[in-house]
Protein backbone atom coordinates (compact mmCIF):
# COMPACT_ATOMS: atom_id res chain seq x y z
CA UNK A 1 0.00 0.00 0.00
CA UNK A 2 1.51 3.53 -1.21
CA UNK A 3 2.03 6.08 1.54
CA UNK A 4 -0.81 8.70 1.91
CA UNK A 5 -1.41 11.68 4.16
CA UNK A 6 -4.94 11.73 5.88
CA UNK A 7 -6.53 14.73 5.89
CA UNK A 8 -5.53 17.34 8.85
CA UNK A 9 -7.44 17.02 11.88
CA UNK A 10 -8.71 19.88 14.15
CA UNK A 11 -7.46 19.80 17.41
CA UNK A 12 -11.16 19.09 18.99
CA UNK A 13 -10.58 15.77 17.34
CA UNK A 14 -12.07 12.97 19.09
CA UNK A 15 -9.04 10.18 19.21
CA UNK A 16 -9.35 6.43 19.23
CA UNK A 17 -6.84 5.11 21.63
CA UNK A 18 -7.58 1.32 20.84
CA UNK A 19 -4.95 1.53 17.94
CA UNK A 20 -2.18 2.07 20.76
CA UNK A 21 -2.77 -1.53 23.11
CA UNK A 22 -0.45 -3.44 23.00
CA UNK A 23 2.21 -0.87 21.26
CA UNK A 24 5.67 -0.07 22.76
CA UNK A 25 7.40 4.00 22.34
CA UNK A 26 10.37 4.83 23.15
CA UNK A 27 10.65 8.74 23.96
CA UNK A 28 14.21 10.04 24.89
CA UNK A 29 14.55 12.98 26.54
CA UNK A 30 11.62 12.18 28.56
CA UNK A 31 11.34 12.80 31.61
CA UNK A 32 10.35 16.13 31.84
CA UNK A 33 9.45 18.66 29.11
CA UNK A 34 7.37 17.73 26.05
CA UNK A 35 8.41 13.70 26.69
CA UNK A 36 6.50 13.64 30.25
CA UNK A 37 3.20 13.65 28.53
CA UNK A 38 3.68 10.79 26.70
CA UNK A 39 3.90 7.28 28.23
CA UNK A 40 5.54 4.15 27.71
CA UNK A 41 9.66 4.09 27.53
CA UNK A 42 11.85 6.54 28.88
CA UNK A 43 15.31 7.22 28.11
CA UNK A 44 17.05 10.36 29.81
CA UNK A 45 19.61 11.32 31.63
CA UNK A 46 17.68 12.77 34.57
CA UNK A 47 17.25 9.34 36.34
CA UNK A 48 15.67 11.30 39.89
CA UNK A 49 13.01 12.85 37.47
CA UNK A 50 12.76 9.61 34.63
CA UNK A 51 12.19 7.36 38.14
CA UNK A 52 9.33 9.74 39.65
CA UNK A 53 7.71 9.49 36.01
CA UNK A 54 7.75 5.77 35.81
CA UNK A 55 6.56 5.52 39.29
CA UNK A 56 3.26 8.06 38.75
CA UNK A 57 2.29 6.31 35.05
CA UNK A 58 1.64 2.92 35.05
CA UNK A 59 3.15 0.76 31.74
CA UNK A 60 6.43 3.26 31.82
CA UNK A 61 9.51 2.27 32.51
CA UNK A 62 12.42 4.54 32.82
CA UNK A 63 15.57 3.67 31.50
CA UNK A 64 18.81 6.20 32.27
CA UNK A 65 19.98 6.71 28.44
CA UNK A 66 22.86 9.04 27.12
CA UNK A 67 21.66 9.93 23.64
CA UNK A 68 25.20 11.09 22.81
CA UNK A 69 26.13 7.54 23.93
CA UNK A 70 25.26 4.53 20.81
CA UNK A 71 25.96 1.76 23.78
CA UNK A 72 22.83 3.25 25.92
CA UNK A 73 20.73 3.75 22.77
CA UNK A 74 20.82 0.63 22.04
CA UNK A 75 20.19 -0.56 25.98
CA UNK A 76 17.11 1.80 25.45
CA UNK A 77 15.68 -0.26 21.96
CA UNK A 78 16.62 -3.50 23.71
CA UNK A 79 14.67 -2.88 26.99
CA UNK A 80 11.92 -1.43 25.04
CA UNK A 81 11.24 -4.15 22.54
CA UNK A 82 11.41 -6.50 26.02
CA UNK A 83 8.52 -4.60 26.98
CA UNK A 84 6.48 -6.00 23.93
CA UNK A 85 4.86 -9.13 23.75
CA UNK A 86 6.06 -9.74 19.83
CA UNK A 87 9.21 -7.67 20.72
CA UNK A 88 9.11 -4.91 18.57
CA UNK A 89 9.40 -1.17 18.93
CA UNK A 90 6.16 0.52 17.21
CA UNK A 91 7.05 3.98 17.78
CA UNK A 92 10.30 6.15 18.43
CA UNK A 93 9.78 10.39 19.44
CA UNK A 94 13.49 11.54 18.88
CA UNK A 95 12.79 14.45 21.87
CA UNK A 96 16.13 14.92 23.85
CA UNK A 97 17.41 18.41 23.34
CA UNK A 98 19.18 20.95 25.09
CA UNK A 99 18.85 24.84 24.22
CA UNK A 100 21.67 26.54 26.01
CA UNK A 101 23.68 29.65 25.66
CA UNK A 102 26.29 29.26 22.83
CA UNK A 103 29.13 30.09 23.31
CA UNK A 104 30.30 29.82 19.67
CA UNK A 105 29.24 33.48 19.17
CA UNK A 106 30.34 35.85 15.55
CA UNK A 107 31.32 39.14 17.21
CA UNK A 108 30.73 41.95 15.21
CA UNK A 109 33.31 43.56 17.05
CA UNK A 110 37.42 43.20 16.88
CA UNK A 111 39.13 40.48 18.73
CA UNK A 112 43.18 41.38 19.21
CA UNK A 113 44.09 37.49 19.84
CA UNK A 114 42.23 33.83 18.70
CA UNK A 115 40.22 32.07 21.17
CA UNK A 116 42.31 29.89 23.09
CA UNK A 117 40.04 26.89 24.28
CA UNK A 118 37.51 25.24 21.35
CA UNK A 119 34.08 25.57 21.46
CA UNK A 120 31.57 23.72 23.71
CA UNK A 121 29.14 21.54 21.21
CA UNK A 122 27.38 19.58 23.09
CA UNK A 123 24.30 21.07 22.17
CA UNK A 124 25.44 19.44 18.92
CA UNK A 125 26.24 16.37 20.17
CA UNK A 126 23.29 16.32 21.98
CA UNK A 127 20.36 17.55 19.91
CA UNK A 128 22.03 15.85 15.90
CA UNK A 129 24.30 13.31 16.78
CA UNK A 130 21.65 11.60 19.57
CA UNK A 131 18.78 12.14 16.69
CA UNK A 132 20.70 10.29 14.35
CA UNK A 133 21.52 7.81 16.90
CA UNK A 134 18.03 7.24 17.45
CA UNK A 135 17.12 7.25 13.77
CA UNK A 136 19.49 4.87 12.59
CA UNK A 137 18.24 2.45 15.84
CA UNK A 138 14.71 3.54 15.32
CA UNK A 139 15.30 2.51 11.20
CA UNK A 140 16.89 -0.77 12.24
CA UNK A 141 13.69 -1.96 14.16
CA UNK A 142 11.50 -1.33 11.81
CA UNK A 143 12.67 -2.70 9.08
CA UNK A 144 13.35 -5.75 11.33
CA UNK A 145 10.21 -5.89 12.37
CA UNK A 146 8.13 -5.53 8.66
CA UNK A 147 11.20 -6.32 6.31
CA UNK A 148 12.55 -4.35 3.58
CA UNK A 149 10.66 -5.29 0.38
CA UNK A 150 7.98 -2.81 0.23
CA UNK A 151 4.88 -2.08 2.47
CA UNK A 152 2.15 -4.95 2.77
CA UNK A 153 -1.10 -5.16 4.35
CA UNK A 154 0.43 -7.16 7.45
CA UNK A 155 2.93 -4.66 8.48
CA UNK A 156 2.69 -3.57 11.87
CA UNK A 157 2.29 0.64 12.13
CA UNK A 158 5.08 2.40 13.11
CA UNK A 159 6.25 5.94 13.41
CA UNK A 160 9.19 7.95 13.72
CA UNK A 161 9.18 11.54 15.44
CA UNK A 162 11.64 14.19 15.20
CA UNK A 163 10.95 16.97 17.61
CA UNK A 164 11.90 20.39 16.43
CA UNK A 165 11.11 23.78 17.23
CA UNK A 166 10.67 27.02 15.38
CA UNK A 167 14.78 27.67 14.58
CA UNK A 168 14.31 24.54 12.42
CA UNK A 169 12.68 27.42 10.11
CA UNK A 170 13.54 31.25 11.66
CA UNK A 171 16.76 32.42 12.56
CA UNK A 172 17.79 32.36 16.25
CA UNK A 173 20.00 35.53 16.92
CA UNK A 174 22.63 34.44 19.32
CA UNK A 175 22.16 30.34 19.06
CA UNK A 176 24.08 29.31 15.94
CA UNK A 177 24.38 25.72 17.78
CA UNK A 178 20.91 25.04 18.31
CA UNK A 179 19.57 26.81 15.10
CA UNK A 180 22.23 24.24 13.39
CA UNK A 181 20.94 21.00 14.85
CA UNK A 182 17.00 22.10 14.53
CA UNK A 183 17.78 22.37 10.87
CA UNK A 184 19.94 19.48 10.73
CA UNK A 185 16.21 17.69 12.57
CA UNK A 186 14.82 18.64 9.79
CA UNK A 187 17.24 18.06 7.19
CA UNK A 188 16.96 14.04 8.35
CA UNK A 189 13.44 14.24 7.84
CA UNK A 190 13.23 15.80 4.52
CA UNK A 191 15.56 12.77 3.46
CA UNK A 192 13.88 10.37 5.20
CA UNK A 193 10.18 10.62 3.98
CA UNK A 194 10.93 10.22 0.28
CA UNK A 195 13.49 7.58 0.88
CA UNK A 196 12.17 5.30 3.72
CA UNK A 197 8.33 5.33 4.15
CA UNK A 198 6.35 3.92 4.92
CA UNK A 199 8.53 1.88 7.68
Given at each position: ?????????????????????????????????????????????????????????????????????????????????????????????????????????????????????????????????????????????FMRQN??????????????????SGAAFLDC???????????????????????????
Amino acid sequence: MPYSSAKVQGSNASIDTSALAKKVAIVTGGANGLGKALHVCVGDLNVADGEKLASELPGVKFVRCDVTNWGDQVNLFKTAASMSPSGSVHHVIANAGIARKSNVQFPLHHRPRLPTSPPNLKTIEINLHGTLYTTKLALHSFMRQNGTDGPKESQEDTSLTLIGSGAAFLDCPRGPQYEATKWGARGIMHTLRRTVLPW
